[in-house]
């Protein structure tokens, strides 16, 4: 019963890799966000220059012609040569509807910039930015059948389920500026995404608002852009409550407050005895307190409130559904900060998060020093991977799990750019002799893993299908 616990779990994680791939839609805020969702990194010395590393990173899965970048989000290259003071940090921004991008380094010592679908060269920096075919290869279906009848169900040949478009960021960077000119060759490279604006309660917001076990009042709200002639301004949200009080009289609260990230704070008032024209009675006004709205989604949230004691309401927090919409407006709730990091194919999405989501993967994503990983995930790792060893009957994988997580827990691929044969997966971490490792763009990384992860010759029986480039940014035309 125990084994086939595991087996079950283990089929269980597998198939979240079909569903997501290496590492598209690995978690909740990710999913969510998906301009700020990655799905892979890739890393090599470039075959036609030793002198220069390739880094290629992918993002927003299943991405159209009609996707574009997001100048809401930051792409950073994150590469670290050992040393102290040796991570070098590349930011690449969109501008002019994501048509334009800009790469730097610290201090512009390393500078890109141009329009997408374009080679950018500049000193020591090349950048290609645009779409491209997802160069990620795997059999999402054959994991699924594996999943419902605790089976392996895979064909050989197996079918390539991930044939579509994917956004594109490649880098190609003179090698000696990262590894101090040689130096230090070993280099640990991985991709974050950090969104840092149009984030928060958006203009989509906007509408009507109830409470379904209460529903005999309801609040309207409208968000309020910041001021034009003032850009850095709070956005502010506009409240009218339609309430009774104590004796069952209609009562008109609102008010205006500003919204930060995921929360408005609005400070109210109400209005008594007010008159039309032509017998015109100007309204009594008087303060209320605050209202405090906070949104989970787009579609649900709370609404706290603070009432003044001398209003004679109690303190109450009702629970807000969205009655309306505005038509035409697009409502989002995107989180600040860092959404999404990658290195390693397919860690977040099978070794974090394996019994049940509690959230870890979200954290996974959030986690910004590396030197705090082990700490935060090895051992939910360690575990994971004990269990996926059994997926093929037996306790046989390659690498004890223990051993295994110690390594993967530092999410960074790792390239010695002092080679310029690149052709293993986890070459420098299995001290594989003259090979640069990193991960290249042909690399069956996934039958790799399973290899290691599982037992000696699982396989999905995919080969990659994409037709790459023979020069940069060597990943594939779109589809």
């Known amino acids: 019963m125990a084994l086939f616990s595991r087996m079950a779990t283990a089929v269980f994680a597998l198939a979240s890799v079909s569903a997501m791939a290496a590492d598209h839609r690995d978690g909740p805020l990710a999913t969510g966000d998906p301009a700020a969702d990655l799905n892979d990194v890739y890393t090599f010395v470039n075959p036609n220059d030793p002198d220069e590393l390739i880094v290629i990173l992918t ?12 100048d809401a989000v930051d792409y950073r290259f994150h590469i670290d040569n050992g040393t102290p003071n040796g ?5 690449c921004r969109f501008s002019d509807g994501g048509a334009r991008v800009l790469c730097r380094g610290a201090g512009d010592t390393l500078y890109a910039e141009g329009r997408i679908e ?30 419902q009848t605790l089976a392996p169900q895979f064909t050989n040949p197996g079918v390539n389920s991930f044939t579509t478009n ?79 009080d104590n004796q069952g009289n209609q009562l008109n609260v609102y008010g205006a407050g500003p919204i930060t990230d995921n929360r408005a704070v609005v400070s109210v008032i109400t209005s ?23 949104f989970t989604s787009c579609n649900q949230g709370t609404m706290t ?42 860690i977040n999405t099978a070794l974090i998060d394996l019994l049940a989501d509690t959230g870890l993967r ?74 640069c490792g990193g991960r290249t763009l042909i690399r069956d990384v996934i039958d790799d893993t399973l290899g290691a992860v599982v037992g000696p010759g699982v396989s999905d029986f995919v080969d990659n299908d994409s037709v790459f480039l023979d020069d940069f940014p060597f990943v594939g035309n779109p589809l």
């Not at 991405?63 to 574009?68: D, E, F, I, P, Q």
């Not at 604006?197 to 076990?213: E, L, N, Q, V």
């Not at 005895?273 to 709205?293: A, E, K």
């Open 118 to 147: 374009q080679l950018i060269d500049a000193d020591d920096l090349r950048v290609w930015a645009g779409l491209r075919d997802d160069p990620f290869f795997f059999d999402g279906p054959a994991f699924q059948r594996t999943r």
């Open 87 to 91: 991570t070098t940090l590349i930011s």
């Open 59 to 70: 993002m927003h899965p299943g991405a159209s012609y009609a996707t574009r970048f997001s």
């Open 305 to 346: 409130v603070a009432p003044l004691q001398s209003t004679g309401f109690a303190p109450t927090t009702v629970n807000l559904t969205r009655l309306t919409a505005v038509e035409d407006l697009n409502c989002t709730l995107f989180s600040e900060g860092q959404i999404d990091r990658n290195g390693r194919p397919g």
């Open 166 to 244: 994917t956004l594109t960021i490649a880098l190609g960077i003179n090698s000696d500026r990262l590894s101090n000119n040689g130096a230090n060759p070993v280099l640990k490279v991985y991709a974050s995404s950090a969104r840092i604006d149009d984030f928060g309660i958006s203009a989509g917001h906007s509408g009507a608002w109830y409470d379904p076990a209460n529903s005999g009042h309801g609040v309207f709200i409208h968000t309020i852009g910041a001021d034009p002639n003032d850009p850095q301004s709070p956005r502010t949200m506009v409240a009218h409550w339609a309430v009774f």
């Open 272 to 294: 008594r005895d007010g008159r039309f024209p032509p017998m015109t009675n100007p309204p009594t006004h008087t303060d209320f307190g605050t209202l405090t709205f906070d």
């Open 362 to 435: 979200d954290v996974y994503n959030r986690a910004e020093d590396p030197s705090t990983w082990a700490a935060q995930f090895q051992t939910e790792m360690a575990n994971n991977l004990a269990a996926l060893d059994t997926l093929d009957g037996a306790a046989n994988a390659l690498v004890p799990p223990a051993t295994l997580a110690s390594i993967l827990v530092d999410d960074r691929l790792i390239v010695d750019v002092s080679k310029p044969t690149c052709t293993a997966y986890l070459a420098v971490e299995l001290n594989v002799p003259n090979d």
